[in-house]
Each structure stands twice: as C-alpha cells, then as structure tokens.
C-alpha cells in the first residue's frame, strides 16, 4: 500500500539533460490532482480493538468477583450461590453480547473445548434428571413412605445446587473466553494471586490483632488458627495454596524463564534482581499463612504442588541436569518442612493427633462407601449426601455428630451422583491437567499459567483426597478459573 503522506525530497537542483528530455514535466506535474480520501476509524477495522478492551474489561471485573466471592463465609450458603450465579450471568451477557456486536463473524474461543463442555453439561443433565418423579424406591430398610418419590432424598438441595452447578459452567466457558490472549491471562492470573495475597493478609491481621474474629463476626470454631473470611481452616489453606501456586510459577518463571531478547545464561545479579525477591516475598506471606491454618493436609498439598512446579519449570527450562533437579527438589522439600514446622507450632502440635484422626476418617471413608454400594448408578441426588447418610451413620462414627460430607470430594460425587455420572468432573480434571502439561511442553514464552495452573491442580486435588475444601463454592470458583486459564488456546 502507498503511504500518501510521504513528502518527497525537495529538488535542490536541475539537470540540464533530464530537462530537455522531459521538455512538458512541469506541464504534466500541474495537470495532476490529488484528492485526500479520509479512512472511517469507525469501521470494521476498529473491531478487535474494542472487543479486546471488552474483554480486558471482564477479565478485570471477573477477577474482582473471585476475590469477592469468599467474602461471605467462603461462599459456602445457598444465598451467596445465587447471587454469584446472577452475576456470572450477567457478566456473560455483556461478554457474548459485545463481541457479537464488535465482531458478528467471530467464533466463540471456548469452542476448542468443546467436549469438555458437553461432558460438564452432561453431569448437569443429569443431576436436574434426579428431580423427576421416581418413586418406588428404598434404602436401607427405611419405608417407601418417608422417602421423596424423586431420585435426590433432598429436592430443595438438589435444585439449589443445580444453580451452583450452571453458574460453574458459565464461569468456566467466560474464562475460556478471556484467556485466549496470552497476556490478559497472564495479567488475570496476577489479580488473582494479589486477591489471594491481600486474603492472607487479613487473615494473619484478624489472627494477630483482631482477637481472631471473621470478616463481619466473631468465630464459632478453629479459634487460634488462621480462617481468613472462611469458616474452615482447611477450606482456606486450600484457597491460598492455589494462590500460592501463582505466586511461585511468576516467581520461578523469572528465574528460569528465557531471557527477554537474550539467551546468555542469567547472573547473579539477575537472579537476585528486586522483582524476583518481591515476588517471593509476596508467596511466602501466603505460606506463612498456610501455616497459620494448622491444616496438615493443606500443608502437605501446598508443598506437593510447590515441588511439582518446580520440577515442571526446570524441566521445562533445560537449564539443570536431571540430577541437579533432584537435589534442588529434596533441599527445597526439606527447608519447606522445616519453615512451615518453624513457622506454624500449632500445625507441629496438631501432627502429633494425625493417627487418631486418620483413623476416623478411615471409618466415614468406609461406612461412605457402603452407602454408595447401595445406589452406584443413580446415587443420592446433588447435595443429598447429608441426609443419606444419617440412614447408614453407624456407631463406628460419634453419632452426636452430623456427617455433612464424606471428607473426600470423590466419594461425595460417588454418592450424589453415582459412579458413572460422579466420575465425569474428575476425569474432566486429567483431561485439563494433560492439557495444561500439554501447553507448558508446547509454548516458549508464555507457559507460566498453564504451569500455575497444573500445580494448582495437583494441590487442591491432594487437599481433596482427605477434605472437602473443593466442595466449598469459592474455591471451586477459583479453581474453575484457574483450570480455564490453563487450558485456553492462545492467540
């Protein structure tokens, strides 16, 4: 293309020869005319650019609502379900909305995803299909007559968390949409570490010179330890653990990363430059906070994961030799130990009781499973584990106490929606995970989220084996999120 707003060079002298060959020039310079065709900058061409801002805009907003979200008592209420719902909604109005007003032609980025979506619709499916009337059913000896004619022993809870479980979906495809750009998901996935950060924060400041009090109230349980704005210690250990993981994979991702525009190995200098030292100031306020919590197992998960990432970036660096890596791995696993052991009296006190409580764990995990036996294929309806259960509690179990969950998210998806159905969200979370490894093995320079986010995975996944701490809405949010940015193809 011309450029029509080239000037050319001014003509400081005349050849006598190229004159008398061109005797008409001036003539034939003055017969020319030009017109100044002015381009509409609010045309087509102005489109990605709005529709980037658009989504730069809901990324931000987005962010903002992840971290509002724990707020109210770690989002773990039917009310605070609804109201996340409504707002995921309408932020996925305005999203879809907008682009299809910016870009009419421009196809959905979530598309590349799409058999993860159906297969998450699917377990939506069918847990709305166990509201349907069914009656002719018993468990355990109880009489037909106290028991609903539906699939889920519990409609009210069934239908509530069906709402938590379309606002999951719609948050999942709107961060696929806005992590198509490689660096809006590098800057969404820093405002949440910030929002994961400044929870730490108020935690250890509620903990230290708040009286150990909540956000709007005093505590009813886990005085002493570090809740933040949950309820559960070992929900929150499970929230800053995967805030903790981003933390370290921008931290790693400096060390180990390819020097911008460089490939001469880093100095001394470099590494220990400010911005690396911040950062990793930055992550361990969260560990400290982790240790605060007194969860052993969000300990142990939050440790698991951090090795996990660091293994994973220096493979992906080539800088070290397999056997350096290991010796980094078991020095940095070792003073990890001692830190969080140094840093957290109440977390070294709580292992000494680990045996004991491992054994009754050991026991709901059993009488969890006989109830699942009983119903493998339909199961007991979403959220329905709590009411179940008190038809198998026995005596194995202090049956003072109301068994709500099953302390492990896998038999909780067993016994709400039967194997088949129930396995469906974690094969969904190997089918993410081999994507996110996928990305950190084929992209250069910006695989750091899809590394966050694998460690991430690997974290609450452990803490889940033993916990509940993903059955908890706003860490399922997060975790939604962060998956989502992990796998979203880059653009």
């Excluded at 990324?59 to 992840?66: I, Q, S």
């Excluded at 509940?468 to 653009?491: D, M, P």
Aim: one cysteine or more; a positive charge; aromatic letters at 8%.
């Amino acid at each position: 293309m011309g450029d029509f707003f080239k000037q050319e060079p001014r003509r400081v002298g005349t050849n006598p020869a190229r004159a008398k060959a061109r005797p008409h020039a001036a003539e034939d310079e003055a017969a020319i005319e030009f017109d100044t065709v002015e381009l509409d900058s609010s045309g087509a061409g102005s489109f990605p650019l709005s529709t980037a801002k658009l989504n730069d805009a809901v990324a931000a907003t987005l962010a903002v609502m992840l971290m509002v979200a724990p707020m109210s008592l770690g989002a773990n209420r039917p009310l605070a379900w609804l109201v996340f719902a409504i707002a995921i909604s309408l932020l996925a109005i305005v999203q879809v909305a907008g682009v299809a007003i910016q870009e009419p032609g421009r196809p959905m980025r979530s598309r590349a995803h799409s058999g993860i979506i159906a297969a998450g619709f699917a377990v939506i499916l069918f847990s709305a299909l166990q509201l349907l009337p069914a009656g002719g059913w018993s468990i355990g000896g109880v009489s037909d007559e106290l028991l609903p004619n539906r699939l889920t022993v519990s409609t009210g809870a069934t239908s509530l968390g069906l709402v938590r479980l379309a606002s999951y979906a719609l948050l999942f495809v709107l961060a696929l949409e806005i992590g198509a750009n490689a660096q809006r998901a590098a800057r969404f996935m820093k405002w949440l570490f910030w929002g994961v950060f400044l929870h730490a924060v108020w935690a250890l400041v509620a903990l230290a010179f708040l009286d150990d009090s909540l956000l709007f109230s005093p505590k009813t349980a886990y005085e002493g330890f570090a809740t933040g704005t949950f309820v559960n210690r070992n929900s929150f250990a499970t929230f800053l653990s995967m805030g903790l993981m981003i933390g370290f994979s921008r931290t790693l991702g400096i060390l180990f990363g390819p020097a911008p525009r460089s490939t001469r190995p880093k100095s001394w200098s470099n590494i220990l430059s400010a911005r690396v030292l911040s950062h990793a100031a930055l992550a361990c306020v969260i560990l400290a906070a982790v240790a605060a919590t007194g969860s052993r197992l969000g300990a142990f998960s939050a440790l698991a994961g951090t090795l996990f990432l660091l293994s994973l970036i220096m493979l992906k660096s080539r800088q070290l030799s397999r056997i350096r890596i290991l010796g980094t791995l078991a020095v940095a696993a070792l003073i990890a130990i001692m830190a969080l052991l140094l840093a957290g009296p109440l977390l070294a006190e709580r292992m000494v009781l680990l045996e004991n409580n491992a054994l009754t764990r050991l026991e709901l995990f059993k009488q969890s499973l006989a109830m699942i036996a009983e119903r493998p294929l339909l199961g007991f309806g979403l959220d329905g584990y709590s009411v179940a259960f008190e038809m198998f509690h026995q005596p194995g179990l202090d049956t003072s106490v109301i068994w709500d969950r099953p302390h492990n998210t896998v038999l909780t998806l067993w016994s709400e929606l039967g194997v088949v159905a129930g396995s469906i969200p974690v094969v969904l979370t190997g089918w993410c995970f081999c994507k996110m490894l996928a990305q950190v093995r084929e992209r250069e320079t910006t695989y750091v989220p899809a590394a966050a986010a694998a460690a991430a995975v690997v974290a609450a996944s452990l803490h889940s084996m033993g916990d509940f701490s993903l059955e908890v809405a706003a860490n399922t949010y997060l975790f939604i999120a962060i998956v989502a940015i992990g796998i979203s193809k880059r653009v």
